[in-house]
């Protein structure tokens, strides 16, 4: 493939390898060929980003729909898709469709399921669905209660070197709540779970990942007691990471007060105290991505009792503006930001992706770091406007996203 | 609080004593406007224990009862309530209706919206159904009852009872037992019986225990004799068959055996302590049948009364704006 090669000049550089710099990149035959300052062939196409910001696009690992608009409209080219769909992503004619079906402006990679059907019993075929395009494997949104198949599942995806991607949830207690315990479910009259839920699930996992050397994934991390066990984990050497979504670090359960099915989640927003550890973990690096969970849900699965009501949210469009808020408070430089965003992510999935440094694919995200704007769910270009930031004035808009060197519009 | 908080009910303008145009629960109801209903019932006991008993001020207006959840009691109480008061009142059971159908909640509201209903009596299996109809439509909404989250009437029934019975509710000492987690009896009484400045506490085995539940300002216990030191109500709860057998307590003889009112428990209440119980009762299991008809102790039948009277007070208030009643316009 040759296409004419493409100069991006006058740019704030955010790479999460090379820090924050002035300058150009050059991106030839859809890749970066050079950064900072450089001698662009003589045909080359040029556009003035005007002091803007220029990173790598986002990799949202752990999407539950394909949404193309609203990937797009939040700089994210590349998704790791939740094996929650139907069918379940399983079986190789289902990976192969998923991977290929987002292309050229989306490249899904998918999450096959770790067990057939999901259902925690039978290992699920990782190495024909890695063969079909698979890039991890998954429990889904579902907790593996058997200990014997979880171990079996880390130990097979050790051999294949796939990560496994665990929601990390005590399913017995976890069954039926749609809440965290603690005052706003008590007042609602919720059905709710301790948060104990979390850091029991994690410290299973996380043993039978150190004893079987498996790379462990836990999608979301919501509590002080899971943080604390994740960052001893890592000190020992263990192979987890761990990710949030915005919503986790900058809600907590008070926001259900009002029965706003919006904030029905899973995880379901926590506590106070777990928020601020949170914040915590974000600032000293124990948390390695941040994603947008992307799950749109309309008015019939929405606008019903809260506890009836599926949990999710419309997260794609804003989770670029929502972190780059937490940069701005001061939680994380802008440049470890775009690790979260992008190069771990690629890394868990064992992508060629997610910085600015030469010979990367040339997924870019060129945005303006200060316009203001207003969410609104009613304007999203989502399948469905489920945010639970409606209303939240933000800032950052993305104003050029290019995938492979080809500009999406 | 403010000073005018205080203000009698009737030096105050009309609607301005009772601004809400539905009763979704006791949460979000000041002090005063709990009482002011509490006020507003008092007349109707009266005229319930005469032969004449209706009255035609709600004449001419449609009252829907629509019950998702079964109910006999707090659906006749409200039927009644409503007919005493003159209104048309159809009921609308979940048996019969669409929601079988696959019908959504917020559609069956509409429809009921669009037949014209005047006021909408609603129980719903979920908690915050009701608040979600009341948001859909165009007239008051009373809350009979939504999943574990409220039961509004339910509390000033039970109020007006304490009020009557011991002369006021301030600086009672009550105590709720039994299964805190799943009622929404439990959670309407300790927001009213707080507000209303007596002392609550709350009596469960752990496991049917509401996490965080003395940040409501109640007390917490297990050991329900310990509980009943001192108190001037005892509020039994029903508590399910479903849950009875394994799975939040071992068996109904066991909970009976640490949780059952009996008339050796209720001697370490004080001697006059008021007997309560929602209804209906489990005999034999959370209350014995000595305890429950107490002639002297036990409210458990004026609490039936009490009820049609909160209600019709309800309707009343909730519908004077729709009537044009001189100051609630």
Known sequence: ?409 | MHASDHRPAALIEGGAVFPHRHLTGIAGLQPHEITFLLDESEQWIEANRSRAKSDHRLDGLTQINAFFENSTRTLLSFEIAGKRLGADVVNMHAAQSSVKKGETLIDTAMTLNAMRADVIVIRHMSSGAVRLIADKVDCPVLNAGDGSHEHPTQALLDALTIRRRRGAVAHQRVVICGDLLHSRVARSNILALTALAAEVRVCAPSTLMPAAIEKMGVTAFTDFDAALEGCDVVMMLRLQNERMNGGFVPSTREFHLRYGLTMERLAKARPDALVMHPGPMNRGVEIDSAVADHVERSAITEQVEMGVAVRMACLDVLTRRARGVEGWA
């Open chain 1, 1 to 409: 493939m040759s296409t004419r090669a493409l100069a991006l000049r006058n740019a704030r550089l955010v790479c999460p390898q090379g820090g924050i710099s002035e300058g150009g990149l050059l991106v030839v035959d859809g890749a970066i060929a050079a950064t900072g300052a450089f001698e662009a062939p003589a045909d080359a196409e040029t556009i003035d980003c005007k002091g803007l910001t220029l990173a790598p696009a986002i990799v949202d690992v752990g999407v539950f729909a394909i949404d193309v608009p609203a990937f797009h409209a939040g700089g994210i080219v590349r998704v790791g898709l939740m094996p929650d769909q139907s069918p379940v992503l399983d079986d190789p004619g289902v990976v192969q469709r998923a991977a290929l079906i987002g292309r050229p402006g989306l490249w899904i990679h998918p999450i096959a399921a770790a067990t057939r059907g999901l259902a925690g019993e039978e290992l699920g075929e990782m190495a024909i669905n890695r063969d079909a395009g698979a890039k991890a494997v998954g429990t889904g949104s579902r907790w593996i209660a058997d200990s014997g198949v979880m171990r079996k599942v880390l130990a097979y995806a050790r051999d294949l070197d796939l990560a496994v991607v665990t929601h990390a949830e005590d399913g017995g207690l976890a069954r039926g709540a749609v809440a965290t315990s603690g005052e706003t479910a008590t007042r609602l009259g919720l059905p709710s779970a301790p948060s104990l839920a979390e850091p029991l699930a994690i410290a299973r996992d996380l043993l039978l990942a150190e004893e079987t050397g498996a790379r462990l994934h836990l999608r979301d991390v919501t509590t002080a007691a899971g943080f604390d066990l994740v960052r001893a984990a890592k000190s020992r050497g263990v192979a987890v990471t761990c990710g949030i979504t915005p919503a986790h670090l900058l809600l907590s359960d008070i926001a259900m007060s009002d029965f706003r099915t919006f904030m029905h989640l899973s995880p379901p927003l926590r506590a106070e105290s777990d928020r601020q550890a949170a914040l915590a973990a974000l600032a000293d690096g124990t948390i390695d991505i941040l994603h947008s969970a992307h799950d749109p849900r309309g008015p019939e699965e929405k606008r019903l009792p809260f506890a009836d009501s599926r949990a999710g949210m419309a997260g794609a469009e804003t989770l670029l503006p929502l972190a780059l808020g937490l940069a701005r408070d001061g939680d994380i430089p802008l440049d470890r930001l775009f690790a979260l965003l992008a190069r771990n992510p690629a890394a868990l999935l064992n992508i060629t992706a997610g910085t600015l440094e030469p010979g990367m694919p040339a997924d870019l995200l060129l945005f303006d770091p200060d316009a203001p704007w207003l969410i609104d769910g009613d304007r999203f270009r989502a399948k469905a406007g489920n945010t639970p930031f409606d209303g939240l004035p933000v800032q950052g808009r993305i104003r050029r996203l290019f995938k492979g060197g080809a500009e999406l519009t």
